[in-house]
Every structure is written in C-alpha cells, then in structure tokens.
C-alpha cells in the first residue's frame, strides 16, 4: 500500500485545516458531547459514580500536595483499574478497560464539572492509544497542554502518513535527482506509474506531457533511439526492435543467442550483475517480461546504444545534456501501432521521425484509427473471429468497407470503416435486423452470423470510455460493459456514434486497444 502524491497532498492539508484551526478542538468536544447525551439510566449511574471516582482523586492530590503520592498505586472501582502516571510533568489518571462510549461519558463528566480537569486523548509507548484524565493547575496551563496535545497529535498523524508514502518513496528519489529515466517503448509504463505514484490520468496528451515532464524533465525511449538513429537500425538489420531482440543483437555476449557479425568487432560495455553474493559479467535469467530481467535488459541496450554512437560514459558528466542524446530525449511511441512520437516537451505529436530511416522504420504497420469511422462490438467470443466479421461486412457494403479489425479481448473488438457514412449505415442496419429477427430477410441476412440474434452488441467510443471509466471492475470487456449498462445511469448502449476524432488527444485510447 502507498499514497499516491495527490492522496499525500490532500491529507497534509487536512490536518493543516483540522491543527491549525483553534476552534478545532472545541468544536469536537461539541460533537462528542452531543453523542454522550445521558438518556438512559444506566448512563446517568455510570456518570454519577465516575465523578465521584475522579473527585476521590482529585482530592487525593490536592490533599498530598499536588504531588499524587496518594495515589501511586492504583485506584480500583466499579471492578476497574484506574492508574496514576505523569503526563507532561503533571499527574494523570489512566482510563484502561473502558467502551467508547463510557470514555465519552467520562469526556462529558470531566469538561463539565471539573475545571481544573483536561480530558486528554494521546498516542503512547509502542503507539498504543492511551486516554487520561490530566490535573493542571491553572485556566493558562489548562490550555498550554491542550496545545501539546494537539502538537503531539499533529506529529503523529503526520508520522503515520508519511509511514503510509511506502514504495513511492523510490519514485520521489528518482524524480528529485532529475536523472534520466531509460524506457524500451515506455508510455505506458509512465502512465502507470503517474496514475499509481502522483494522481489520476489527465485527460489529454498535452497536458499528460506537461504532468510528467514535472516529475521526470528527463527521459529516453531505447526504441526510439533505435528506429530513429541509421547505425543502429542498420545494426538490427531493419528488423524488429522489440526489447528481446535489441538485447540479442546489441549486446552477444549477455543476450540469449546473439550472434551478430555485425557488432563483433565493436568496443563493448562490460555490464556486472551481482547475485545473491556472486558477481557476473556474462548473465542471463531467460526471464523476460518480468519487471527485474526486462529493466537490466533495457539498461543492457542503452548502455551498448551510447557506445555505438562514441559516448563515452567515464566523460560525460550529465547525460541528458549531451548532444548525441538530445534530440531523442522525451520522445516517446506514444501508438507503436501507429508509429506515433509524442515530444513531451511540447506534447505534440511528431508527423515524421526523428531520424533518417524513412523508409521501413516509420511506415505504419496499421492505419491510424480514425474514432468517427469505428464501432465497437461485444458479445459471445465465438460471435466476434475477425475473419466472420470482415466476410460478414464486406458482403454487405463492399470489399474495401473495413480497414483494420482491433481486438480488445476474446469477446470485444473494434471495427473500422473506410468511410463514416458507413458507421451508420452498420448500425442502422444492424437495428433494422434485430427488430425483425424472425423474418426470413434477418435469418438469411450476411450479417445474422456474427449478430446472433442480439447477442452481439454494438456502442461508439464516447460510450467504450465510460465503460473503461467504471469504477466497476470486470475481466472479460463484454461482461464490464454488461455491467456498466445495468446501471440506472449507463442508459442503452446501443447510441448513434457521435465521436471526437481529434487522435492526438485521446490519451487512453490507444493504450485500452493495445
């Protein structure tokens, strides 16, 4: 457990508002008393023995000279222990084995009927919570220890926040020393840990940028720096640059199977990893995709990166700073679908490469998602193969009616058209034979195969992120989004598509397809 920056942020000022406040203290005694009402006989019993239980006391003191030497041992009644102590130099009774609501009693009694009395609620030894009855000696030192109380009370609620930071202890480490962050494809990694260590997702790209550029004014994507810089593209022989095979290829003699002729006869970075009590130059667990292997891994490839391209790490002092790294600094794939960069500095998104290998290297793999022209459908996953969605479609508007198919899960998929008229056209449609799902024309219909009936539905994207916005919580995207449309506000889910197909700044949208 750990409290995320904006959790940490919103309790200090909390507890600023709730200590700094002089009428806090009152006003909690107001409340407690309210809820101490005597409106029962046992309560009235309770409360007439106590005050002659805290006036036997208190008498004792006064008549031993404030010193309560009469009372050092302990003071038995009503089959409970009461025992003398000191807190802050003054004598104190110890309220042990009683309910919550006989302690608010004795609150009651004490603030009533003795003055020189101060009901005090404290953290003790081992932060166990103790409850006293204090003597002071005047109105002035009355109120001079109900400010050490809250002094105390103050110190040890802001103890228990910080203890409650835990593990982003780390993150605030790293994001004070201003280092440079390495990443292989890393933005979805920083929006998680933003989301996670600092506050909930901002709503655009820009304005993710600007929030995580304040924590981290320094990061490096090794796969940009890779499909942006011609030598090591070229050292990947223009092939993939997923982290696995960047480390096989630029780094033989750790990597798994790396064998490149091409980087043999290349100065190489020694990298020591040390387990348990042995050091090795020549390691590898085989453990990819878990987090400790892919971040030596990523570590590993940046290291080799810099050495290719004549950076020498015994010189340089600031590498963020240093002119062969710059222009790849803080820019990220934020779509490696779609081969888009944003540049964090600007939170722009960068329409050509970085580099000079337009060619292979910054073509599309698929067509960028245009949200006007898409549907979102679910249902059962034998429903929703792309292969039967694409014949089913293309049968009805045309060969060239779909451009991509994106699968969310096994029963959710989004669904592209080359043209927006043809979204309506689907669901107009697709309306039409769910009315008359009887009639010979909706069984015998191209569509009725991936339709069943009904059973597959459909939604625009204003929808899709509700859904993905649910504080609910599901596995399976058809059973979140039966979920959410069971709720008296989520309405139908089968809308008109009305969607914002400005791409740049739909920040979750790419990742929730990935």
Known sequence: MHLRRSQEEEALRQLDSLYNDNSGYSSSNSRNDADAQLVRMADILFTERMKYTVSEWRAGLLHEGNTGSGFRGSLNTMNQTFQTTFFQMRPALVLNGLSSRQLRLIKLVTEKDFKDLAYVHVTGENSVAQKLIVYTDSTSDRDLLMSEVKACQKKDSLVKIKSAIGFRHVIDLLSSEKKLIVGHNCFLDLAHVYSKFFGPLPLTAEEFASAVRKYFPNIIDTKVLINSNDELFLLMRKGSTSLSKAFGVLCPPIGPGGTSSDVAGKPRVKVEVQVDDQRFSNWNSGAKHEAGYDAFMTGSVFSQSCRNLGIDFNSVLNLPQNEKLQKYINHLYLSWNNKDIIDLKTGKILVESLGSNNNTSTKRRNPKFVFSNTVLLWGPPSKLRAKDIRDCVCKVFGVGSIVSICHLDETAAFVQFSKEELVSDFL??????????????????????????????SANYEMYKDICGSSLSQVLFAEQAEAVASKPKAGVVKLAVEVDSYYPNELLSDSCMK
């Open 428 to 457: 107009e449609l697709k309306d039409s034979l769910e009315r008359e799902k009887n009639s010979p024309v909706s069984i015998l219909h191209p569509l009725s195969k991936i339709l069943e009936g009904g059973f597959v539905r």
